[in-house]
T-cell receptor, first 113, second 113 residues
Framework: DAGVIQSPRHEVTEMGQEVTLRCKPI?????LFWYRQTMMRGLELLIY????????DSGMPEDRFSAKMPNASFSTLKIQPSEPRDSAVYFC???????????FGPGTRLTVT | GQQLNQSPQSMFIQEGEDVSMNCTSS?????WLWYKQEPGEGPVLLIA?????ELTSNGRLTAQFGITRKDSFLNISASIPSDVGIYFC?????????????FGKGTKLSVKP
């Protein structure tokens, strides 16, 4: 059974560029979560979807961040324009039913120079 | 927002020793989860707890949902080198948003062979 798949695993980009992170949740999971992890702030929830609908985006830092889930098997997190302070590891997670037990992908390490 | 206090921040132990870590909150939680994260990977779910007083084991790992519903404990017996990693507690606050897990800052475990 494949776990959560994320791509790319590493992304290095210059300030001002657009960055798109991708996620494929576990098949059959109704919830999808995007997190950001940094040393200073730990794991922060950015946004989550239920049945492809965004439910809570209060953690999205600013308008430069956007997330979509066009279907049950794919989601994107986009940063435009990117800034050095966006450098972090971004995780996607998915869960079944009420969203308690979340299963994480391997993450995308983003470096913005 | 709600914070989880996880302690200790780090532990350096000898192989074969038992390990104990805990997580506390100022408010009541309905669910407690324990994750382990290894370098370059996403957090992996170890144990999920849903009822006050619940005690659940997963191999050498045992976790408990505190009676007050404001804390949880994770014990690792007879540690081995592959137990190295960062252990995170996470919880769902009573009355909180359904998918909004709150994470502790983690306990970094080092095991000396």
């Amino acid at each position: 059974d494949a776990g959560v798949i994320q791509s790319p695993r590493h992304e290095v980009t210059e300030m001002g560029q657009e960055v798109t992170l991708r996620c494929k949740p576990i098949s059959g999971h109704d919830y999808l979560f995007w997190y950001r992890q940094t040393m200073m702030r730990g794991l922060e929830l950015l946004i989550y979807f239920n049945n492809n609908v965004p439910i809570d985006d209060s953690g999205m830092p600013e308008d430069r961040f956007s997330a979509k889930m066009p279907n049950a098997s794919f989601s994107t997190l986009k940063i435009q324009p990117s800034e050095p302070r966006d450098s972090a590891v971004y995780f996607c997670a998915s869960s079944r039913d009420r969203g308690y037990e979340q299963y994480f992908g391997p993450g995308t390490r983003l470096t913005v120079t | 927002g709600q914070q989880l206090n996880q302690s200790p921040q780090s532990m350096f132990i000898q192989e074969g020793e038992d390990v104990s870590m805990n997580c506390t909150s100022s408010s009541i939680f309905n669910t407690w989860l324990w994750y382990k994260q290894e370098p370059g990977e996403g957090p992996v779910l170890l144990i999920a707890l849903y009822k006050a007083g619940e005690l659940t084991s997963n191999g050498r790992l045992t976790a408990q949902f505190g009676i007050t519903r404001k804390d949880s404990f994770l014990n690792i017996s007879a540690s081995i080198p592959s137990d190295v990693g960062i252990y995170f507690c996470a919880g769902l606050e009573e009355g909180g948003s359904q998918g909004n897990l709150i994470f502790g800052k983690g306990t970094k475990l080092s095991v000396k062979p």
